[in-house]
């Protein structure tokens, strides 16, 4: 295993297993020289892959970081032990590999900590083994704002399933994130997601943002996210598609349940206690009780969720001061069709 210091080319890199073509199969960027052109060294780019049985996508993955045609890329796989032929695919490119290993871990968590150990870089991204970048000028492009200044930089992502056809996962903001402080992200009931595998982190940043909790198994970025954000970073949003993010039935992203919302919750708990202190801290503590609150009654049955909002509103007097409780309230007095015709034609005379 070394230091990639060159820009690698088709030339360099194993036949494709796949079969397919195209980028980043049988195309490539347009490799950079060693230098950039005032004489200076690109800024090394440090992308950890946390890998298990994902054997089917990770030569994907690989390549198209590979392919880049960035001369200084340190490029570092954790594995959990996989038994599928994810090690084959891995062992093939291995000369090009900064640091790989492969063994059992407590999770997608733990193997990230464990790869950013190894990181030297100046900029530090994780690139799920089911991901790829789309985009073969992503590194360049991102080297680029990161020597203007920012420490922060988030592009966009195309989500495609498993065939890779696009998919609209949420129409106002699919795959794109828009500009938020930590005081905007650390409400975990209204903060929109950044798309973490196109999130770019200065290195300095991220030393004081690791190890992240290896408890964690879905919310691992947002803790990480809302680290950077608490130290004010100077940050560019972006809309340029630089990642494939697959949807493929298996992500955890897509398992959303009561305990992925509960983690949430305990993530920015946690975050805004370190970040906020006396009355500023017990507003939001107060506030992220009330829509834990209000989530557990709008996940109630119909028929039991006026009851429970009164119960709850006898020893959580604060929900008054929330619209959605008066959504939910009014919603439950009123029932589902005659609230949907009152709020139509409320928006009808609103207009």
Not at 23 to 46: A, H, V
Not at 104 to 118: L, R, S, V, W
Not at 154 to 164: K, P, Q, T
Not at 234 to 241: G, I, L
Request: aromatic content about 14%; charged content about 20%; hydrophobic content about 35%.
């Amino acid at each position: 295993m070394s230091q990639t210091t060159k820009a690698l080319t088709l030339n360099d890199l194993p036949t494709p297993r796949s079969g397919k073509t195209e980028w980043p199969w049988t195309e490539q960027s347009k490799p950079l020289g060693n230098q950039m052109p005032d004489g200076s060294e690109y800024p090394r780019i440090s992308v950890v892959t946390p890998s298990y049985n994902y054997g089917q996508y990770i030569e994907e993955t690989i390549r198209s970081v590979l392919l880049q045609g960035y001369p200084n890329l340190e490029f570092i796989i954790i594995d959990g032990g996989s038994t599928d032929q994810t090690l084959n695919v891995i062992s093939s490119y291995e000369p090009w590999l900064s640091f790989w290993c492969s063994e059992p871990d407590k999770g997608q968590t733990d193997a990230i900590n464990k790869g950013f150990e190894h990181c030297t870089g100046d900029i530090f991204v994780w690139l799920n083994a089911d991901d790829a970048y789309l985009s073969p000028t992503c590194l360049y492009e991102v080297a680029d704002l990161y020597r203007q200044g920012n420490q922060l930089v988030i592009g966009a992502c195309l989500n495609v399933d498993e065939y890779d056809q696009e998919l609209i996962i949420y129409e106002q903001y699919n795959g794109i994130s828009r500009p938020q402080t930590f005081d905007d992200y650390v409400k975990f009931w209204s903060f929109v997601p950044f798309p973490q595998p196109a999130v770019f982190l200065s290195k300095e940043l991220c030393d004081r943002a690791f190890p992240l909790d290896i408890s964690l198994n879905t919310t691992m970025d947002y803790q990480l996210f809302l680290r950077i954000l608490a130290q004010n970073p100077r940050a560019v949003w972006v809309e340029s598609r630089w990642v494939k993010f697959k949807y493929h039935g298996l992500n955890k992203t897509l398992q959303t349940d009561k305990s992925q919302y509960e983690e949430y919750y305990k993530v920015a708990s946690s975050e805004a206690k370190r970040a906020y202190s006396g009355l500023r801290r017990l507003t939001y503590q107060t506030t992220a009780r009330d829509f834990m609150a209000l989530r557990l009654v709008s996940s109630s049955p119909d028929k039991e969720k006026l009851k429970i909002i009164l119960k709850t509103l006898t020893h959580q007097i604060t929900l008054i001061r929330l619209p959605l409780f008066w959504k939910i309230l009014f919603k439950s007095l009123l029932g589902q069709t005659i609230y949907q015709q009152i709020k139509y034609w409320w928006n009808y005379y609103a207009v």
